[in-house]
């Protein structure tokens, strides 16, 4: 790809080779290592913009890391991330399904009612 001039698709495998290196260091139980390969993922993905004729990544990788957070028990970083995720990707069901369950982890009810409602 890097010799045909396509930087997007480079990019972009690039991108899925640090999630599935991210989630094979969690599965290793590297969690630190996880965690930081997870960030660079999400943080190139921001960094790209979108083709209009291609479509969006499967799971984006800032929603990646939100769900390893949420996995750790560290709801309130996961919040965090869930919300940039669908700040890029307004509505995505997953998103929203694991917003709301870090919500209700930090007690925030009416919050996560919100993003239920948007769910529904």
């Known amino acids: 790809m890097k010799a045909s001039g396509d930087l997007y698709w480079v990019t972009e495998v690039h991108i899925q080779l640090l999630e599935a290196r991210a989630w094979a260091a969690n ?21 790209v913009e979108k083709l209009p004729v291609t479509p969006g990544p499967i799971i984006p990788a800032r929603e990646q890391l939100a769900d390893l957070l949420l996995a750790l028990n560290r709801p309130k970083e996961a919040l965090t991330e869930f919300e940039a995720s669908l700040a890029a990707a307004p509505r995505r069901r997953a998103a929203l399904i694991g917003a709301a369950k870090a919500a209700d982890m930090l007690g925030e009810k009416a919050e996560a009612e919100q993003f239920r409602a948007t769910l529904r």
């Open 27 to 47: 599965a290793r139980g590297k969690t630190s290592d996880a965690l930081s390969v997870l960030r660079k993922a999400a943080a190139e993905e921001d960094a």
